[in-house]
């Protein structure tokens, strides 16, 4: 049975990966590791 | 195969859950690789945590987007999103069954002996519902008087949550205990009940509740590593119905958004009919028995 490469999964991807350069390029990581660095007690149950 | 997954599973354990000085610090990890993004569902304020869960920081982000505007900073989620989307494009679900920690934990649950039971089909619809509300519209559209909104899933139903960060804070800070509520026995309750379940039912969270798993599984049809079934040696003998962990038929829906890839068809399947592929060239699985005509229509 022939096999051909699909394209599709390379299309996603790229598209993911531009949307998360963009991300970086508005220095979302730096507002995703200020997030993650900090306990969220509301968001496990303690309030 | 089974035990290379199962060594693949422990080492991601181990690589998102690495900071193992939080009985010293009584603290979480605080440093670079928190900008890594977690592939599976790994809470950030798990005190062993180094990586970043998906669902928690895009339910921050989607939460504060209003404050983010205002000040200028225009922080609408296109890092997680873009990151999430580039995992789902190469392998969706299979991190399900393959790199999420709350995952091996349902299945090390499962192992312990009791009588099992399915779980009904239309419950699968469920997570797509707490994505959609819980995870995305409630945080951005449900807010206080400062602009604000709240994580929704993270606060009110996430277990792994509870698990690997509730549980563990209010052991490493006995004084958090006066701020239980409620809250925590909701949470509680509802760690508890997925625990219970994961012992009678295959990865009762995984198949009802987890957005994750519902985002990853929108990639089914088009991701880059997938499992394809040959028709022309398909018998549909129905073996790789009886160990699928997920309930999927695979030989009457083999992009069935359920499969987490776990490979256990493909070992059952005696026909060699189930294929590994990556971007559809197959890398498993090649036919080394000779074909079967089909027994039914």
């Known amino acids: 049975m ?41 968001c496990i149950g303690i309030d | 195969m089974e035990l290379l997954r199962k060594w693949v599973q422990g080492l991601f354990f181990f690589m998102t859950n690495g900071y193992w000085n ?67 494009g190469f392998v969706g679900r299979m991190i399900c069954g393959w790199a999420c920690p709350f995952g091996l934990f349902q299945e090390l649950l499962h192992k312990i002996p009791s009588p099992k039971f399915g779980i009904w089909p ?40 509870t698990l690997e960060a509730g549980i563990p804070m209010l052991m490493l800070r006995p004084s958090l205990q006066g701020n239980l509520g409620w809250l925590f026995l909701l949470k509680l309750s509802i760690l508890i009940f997925f625990i219970i379940w994961a012992i009678l039912a295959s990865r009762p969270f995984c198949r009802t509740a987890c957005p994750l798993g519902a985002f990853y599984a929108l990639f089914s049809k088009v991701k880059m590593v997938k499992l394809t079934l040959d028709h022309a040696r398909c018998t549909h003998c129905d073996a790789c119905h009886d160990v ?15 499969c987490i890839s ?29 074909k079967r005509k089909s027994t039914r229509a």
Do not use: H
């Open chain 2, 22 to 88: 939080f009985p010293v610090t009584r603290s979480i990890y605080k440093g670079p690789l928190k900008v890594v993004c977690s592939p599976g569902l790994n809470c950030y304020s798990c005190p062993a945590s180094t990586t970043y869960c998906p669902i928690g920081a895009l339910q921050q982000l989607f939460a504060g987007i209003r404050l983010s505007i205002e000040t200028g900073q225009f922080f609408m989620g296109f890092y997680v999103i873009g990151t999430m989307g580039v995992l789902g």
């Open chain 2, 244 to 258: 699928c962990p997920m309930g999927v038929r695979f030989n009457e829906s083999p992009n069935d958004m359920e």
């Open chain 2, 122 to 161: 239309f419950l699968r619809y469920v997570k797509y519902g707490l994505l959609v509300f819980m995870v995305i519209l409630l945080p951005l559209f449900a807010i206080d008087e400062f602009g604000a909104g709240s994580t929704w899933f993270c606060k009110y139903v996430c277990p792994a949550g």
């Open chain 1, 2 to 42: 022939k096999k051909n490469i699909r394209i599709e999964p390379f299309v996603v991807i790229i598209l993911f990966l531009i949307l998360a350069i963009i991300g970086i390029g508005l220095d979302e990581p730096s507002q995703v590791i200020n997030q993650a660095t900090q306990i969220c007690l509301s």
């Open chain 2, 262 to 290: 776990c490979l256990a068809c493909t070992k059952a399947c005696k026909l060699n009919a189930i294929t590994l592929e990556i971007g559809g060239v197959p890398v498993s699985g090649q036919a080394k028995s000779p």
